[in-house]
């Protein structure tokens, strides 16, 4: 799992970003799960306490990964 925190205007679309500044780029040891096709596959989590809007404005919206 990795996050974003922002406007929800501008988390939308970043697993990407996520994926190779967050949770690739910690070393955590894992390569991205892809299927017979070479897609990869994520979801993102809309959990309740973090998807709520702070008094900035800004939301947190995590992305989930299927690692090898």
Do not use: C, H, M
Not at 14 to 34: C, N
């Amino acid at each position: 799992i990795g996050w974003l925190q922002g406007p929800e205007s501008d988390i939308y679309g970043q697993d990407t970003f996520v994926w190779t500044k967050g949770i690739a780029k910690a070393g955590l040891g894992a390569d991205i799960k892809t299927d017979a096709d070479g897609a990869t596959w994520f979801f993102e989590r809309y959990a309740d306490g973090r998807f709520g809007t702070d008094a900035d404005g800004n939301v947190i919206l995590d992305y989930g990964y299927f690692v090898e």
